[in-house]
């Protein structure tokens, strides 16, 4: 027979998975409406957006019942606060992706810039840390922990690089400072995306090892 | 209709003013956590329930508790049909000198229950119902003495439950118990309110939190707040009960 707590702990660890996988879907749209894939009527966006909103919500109040009338500890305990974390993070992520949605539709010169600087190598990437990183939360896998702190690294350094070149291009041709500002802006909320993607895997980690590793380089973690 | 019904109760021990006006409804199937610092009447309230107190000398009540719409200060009333009702757990387990078996089968026969298999059946069946069964199950005819205090306190509920009552009172179930023992209790309350009404007076907190769907605040012989357990240990309204769940009581 599960304990109350323990009952209470599964319902939250479905509405994370739950609220997880909607924000990877929101992110998914995010990468198409960019790349100029055919993306979903932005009134279904909005209410995967409203769903996302309302489970944060049902966390941090589920959380709060079982701070006040449980008193969790241990394991318990660290997933608890965990689980406020994350939330928060994912409905970040959430957020993001929606004003992403927005910004892209404002952007002309989209293809020709996106296509020139490798833009798609980027979000693509950030798309992929965010199903690691749900992955990494449902299966409880610190061993994907690494590998989501190197894809953060690897998306913030090509993102950079790509800032760089969308400068140098509106500098050189003055059409392009309308939709290069905007695409920078885009390319800012991915790496956003994936920052708050990583510190769901910090969370992951903290559950696990009860050690906190926020504003640490992974090497470091251990 | 509530399940239990209390209005304007006042209760005295003597001179001693114990409750003062209490007014109290508790619905059907819900557990009621009674919670207030030593001798703020909460024990006493309880007992008012399945008139226990009744049993001491010089006490008096005033106001009115109605069990399912029925008045059971009543003249007419039947105390031990109401007892049969209201069953009630102690602070202690108080097995009787008996066999695991005979401590539930005791009371079926007392209340007139002569038929072997029936008696053989509601003993399992309530034994099951508090999660002992597989503890216990290859002892039934050893003495309920050599169970630990945890398994004594779950014989004790499955003795107030073979005879079927719809209320159940439990007065600090607990508080004798380790946390092993205390947690499956708690378990138990927590799956028992399917079927029954509870009332739990208890000192610990937490148990009040972790049990309970409503709680009452009890103080100097005052019902001080009554809400759901959520919100007296979230947002309670009253200064009084705050201090008392944050420990700054005093």
Known sequence: MASHLETELGKLRMIIIKIGSLAESQ?????????????LESKEVKKTENKIDKLDVK????????FALQQPVAS????????????????????????IIKLTKSIKEKHELISKFEIADIVRGVEDITIQTNACFQNMDETAIEE???????????????????????KSNSKTVGSGTSLIIALKHFERIADHS??????????????????????DKK | MHKIESNNVNFYYGENHALRDISLSMKENTVTALIGPSGCGKSTYLRLLNRMNDLIDGTKMTGNIAIDGVDIYAKNTNVDNLRKNVGMVFQKPNPFPKTIFENVAYGLRVNGITDKNEIEERVI????????????????KKSAFELSGGQQQ???IARALAIKPSILLMDEP?????????????ELIYELKNKYTIVIVTHNMQQAGRVSDTTAFFYMGELIEYDKTKTIFTKPAIKQTEDYITGRFG
């Open chain 1, 76 to 99: 318990d305990l660290r997933f608890i606060i965990s689980a406020m974390q994350i939330s928060r993070e994912i409905e970040r992520i959430g957020d993001l992706s929606m004003s």
């Open chain 1, 27 to 39: 992110v998914a749209e995010a990468v198409k409406a960019v790349l100029s894939e055919p993306v």
């Open chain 1, 148 to 170: 989501i702190f190197k894809l953060n690294r690897d998306i913030k350094s090509k993102s950079s690089d790509a800032i760089d070149n969308i400068i140098s291009e509106m």
């Open chain 2, 174 to 186: 607990t508080s004798a118990l380790d946390p092993i023992s205390t947690s499956k209790i708690e």
């Open chain 1, 59 to 66: 966390i941090d109040d589920i959380c709060q019942s079982v």
């Open chain 1, 198 to 219: 990583t510190n769901v895997a910090e969370s992951v980690y903290f559950m696990i090892n009860a050690k906190t590793i926020k504003h640490e380089k992974f090497s």
């Open chain 2, 154 to 156: 779950r014989l004790c």
């Open chain 2, 125 to 140: 069946t309530t034994i099951e119902q508090v999660a002992l069964w597989d503890e216990v199950k290859d002892k039934l």
